[in-house]
């Protein structure tokens, strides 16, 4: 293997650029040409690849979003795209890829090696900590601190008004994001999509904390099957009358989960994945991911990647549950 190319695909992560900069870095410290490829898989359709020194990479450690820019491809879903993606690789003479990203990226990178051969390790970047093979996944911990410092912002005024705030956090298909911060955050209720909690619950709940809490909040995964946080909110609100009616209130959080400096521990998380997926290029480790799990490098194939299910750790539930009362 002579030349790699790095890229970032679906939505960015604190930290992307950690891993972007370990992977030219260790690229280039193996004696390997490096290209960077910009906008994800419609970068590889387009050619929008260029060579990489390793002053390309510096000063972004620090900076959040990806300097790779990021898009989710849909040529590249038809076998048409994929044959021009491979063309391109075929002309910058690329014999392998590092891929930065969630389950869409990686299923992407396994379809094309299984048509075109071309190897792929993929580097887990993801603010939702849903994939298996790795403990965390880069951004998950910058998102979690982000959230969790809104969530401290909205305690003071919800304390102060006596009101009951449902915060709604990202986190399509999971809850990894809700519960980390609603533990973090001391919530009173967490909601999220790999449990069934129902609106008349929570607000049978709320309405037992009467007597000891004035202000409560509801943390929400924004995939929760009772709907997103302002849909909750009204229903839990139609349980309540008069005065206390008025005490509802919802924030989204949105975006700007997904921005922001990353945090040591996905700094480290992205240099450790990206230096590992270039050593893992160069030692045959193909169509796989580069994950971290009990502080030890580990190649989890794709396909498990993408089609095990990576559980939200039951203990946490319980804690927030009994820490809440
Ligand atoms: O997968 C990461 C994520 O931030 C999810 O938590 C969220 O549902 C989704 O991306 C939002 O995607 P987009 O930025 O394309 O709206």
Redesign the pocket.
């Known amino acids: 293997m002579k030349k790699i190319a790095v890229y970032t695909s679906?939505?960015d992560s604190p930290g992307m650029n950690a891993c972007v900069r370990a992977v030219v870095r260790t690229g280039i410290y193996h004696d390997l040409d490096v290209y960077s490829i910009k906008y994800g898989y419609d970068g590889i359709i387009n050619g929008n690849i260029s060579k990489m020194e390793s002053h390309s990479v510096s000063n972004i450690l620090q900076r959040g979003g990806t300097i790779l820019k990021s898009a989710?491809s849909n040529e590249f879903r038809t076998k048409e795209g994929r044959k021009k993606a491979y063309d391109q690789l075929t002309k910058h003479g690329i014999d392998g890829l590092v891929a930065i990203g969630?389950d869409g990226t990686f299923t992407g990178a396994k379809v094309f090696y299984e048509e075109f051969g071309i190897p792929v390790v993929g580097c887990p970047g993801?603010?939702?900590n849903d994939i298996y093979g790795t403990d965390y996944t880069i951004g998950f911990d910058t998102a979690v601190n982000t959230a969790l410092e809104a969530i401290d912002k909205i305690r003071d005024t919800a304390a102060a008004h006596d009101r009951v705030f449902f915060v709604e956090v990202?986190?399509?298909d999971s809850g990894y994001i809700a519960v980390e911060c609603a533990i973090g955050g001391g919530a009173e209720v967490v909601m999220v999509p790999e449990t069934i909690t129902t609106s008349k619950q929570v607000s049978d709940y709320l309405k037992n904390l009467r007597e000891s809490k004035t202000s409560s909040i509801v943390v929400v995964a924004?995939g929760d099957e009772e709907g997103d946080a302002a849909t909750i909110m009204a229903k839990v609100k139609s349980e309540f009358v008069g005065e206390e009616e008025k005490k509802f209130k919802v924030t989204t959080l949105g975006?700007i989960q997904?921005g922001g400096s990353p945090t040591a521990k996905d700094r480290l998380l992205g240099s450790r994945s990206g230096l590992a997926a270039v050593e893992g290029l160069l030692n045959g480790k193909f169509n796989c991911m580069a994950g971290i799990i009990n502080d030890q490098v580990v190649y989890t194939p794709f396909d498990d990647c993408i089609n095990k299910n990576k559980p939200l750790n039951k203990d946490y539930l319980r804690l927030q549950e009994i820490l809440s009362i």
């Open positions: 679906g939505g989710r969630g993801t603010i939702d990202m986190g399509r924004e975006h997904r």
